[in-house]
Every structure is written in C-alpha cells, then in structure tokens.
C-alpha cells in the first residue's frame, strides 16, 4: 500500500508586489495555517519516509513550519522540477518515486496539486474528503491518498482519497 500526501503551501504574503512569485514569503495567516498542519501531522503520526518540496520560498517555509512533526531522519529533497507543473508532470515525477517509499509527501502548488488528486482519486474514495476537495483545494491543505501497487504504476483514478483537511478545520 502507497500513501501519498499532497500538501498545498501555506497562504504566501502580497505585501510586497516587488517580489518575484518564487521568492515570496508566507503571510502571518499562512505561518499560522502552517504551524496548525503541523500539529495535525503530530497527532495523526503522519510520517513520510520522503518529502518532496518545490524550490518556492513559500513551500520551503511551509516545509521548515511543518519539521517538528516530521520524522528526525525523513529524506527531503527540494526540487525545481514541482514548481510551475501540472498534474500530468507531478504523475510523472510520482511514477520515477522509488518503491522502497511507503508514504511520501509532497510540498506544492495549485492548480497542479488540486488537479492530481482529483485526477487521482478513483473507486472507494471517501465521499466527504472528494466533495471538500471538488469544491477547492485551498493554501494550507492536504489530501492524502491511496493506492495499491507501485509508484511506477500510478494512474488517474488509481487511488483513493481517503483524507481532505484544510487549515480551517484545525484553528
């Protein structure tokens, strides 16, 4: 059994227009949304063996809020190739994901992210988690999926979504 995490960047800051979409910084709300995500994390013992992160600052802040519920030794790798993709190329990168990861998270960007899990959410899915996720998949979310076989195998409507919870549900 595969699961996977699709973590949605805490809520990122506007107030300097200036900044380069990349190199924008959470918002006080989004370090807030973070820090919550992060007790949820610890209370439900969510432990991924790797994380995947984009390179964008509001990821990798979203990634350094979240570290105290992680696992010590958790495998990260912060990698251009999340940032700015759609879902066809986020299940590309899913499939290259090596079958010794049981659990992986990874840390993105809408719409890429909020398109793979729907895409990827088939048969069996719970009914509450694919309405909340269908209405949208907002900053600081995560949904968390299922799926038999290996990575490599992975295909639309190939998982089960079994979890959709939004930083609103935890403060």
Request: with cysteine; net charge neutral.
């Amino acid at each position: 059994m595969l699961t996977l995490h699709l973590l949605r960047h805490a809520k990122s800051s506007w107030d300097d227009l200036g900044i380069r979409d990349h190199d924008r910084p959470l918002s006080d709300r989004g370090e807030r949304a973070a820090v919550a995500m992060a007790a949820y994390l610890r209370q439900e013992g969510i432990t991924p063996d790797l994380v995947l992160c984009s390179t964008a600052r509001r990821t990798v802040d979203t990634l350094a809020a979240l570290r105290s519920a992680l696992p010590k030794a958790v495998r990260t790798k912060i990698t251009r190739d999340l940032y700015e993709v759609g879902s066809e190329a986020l299940l590309d990168r899913l499939r290259g994901v090596s079958d010794e990861v049981g659990v992986l998270m990874v840390v993105g960007h809408n719409p890429g992210l909020e398109d793979l899990a729907t895409r990827l959410a088939g048969d069996g899915s719970e009914s509450g988690a694919r309405k909340a996720l269908n209405r949208k998949f907002p900053t600081g979310a995560v949904a968390t999926l299922e799926a038999d076989g290996a990575w490599g195998a992975l295909d639309w409507g190939g998982a089960k979504l079994t979890r959709f919870v939004t930083p609103k549900e935890l403060v």
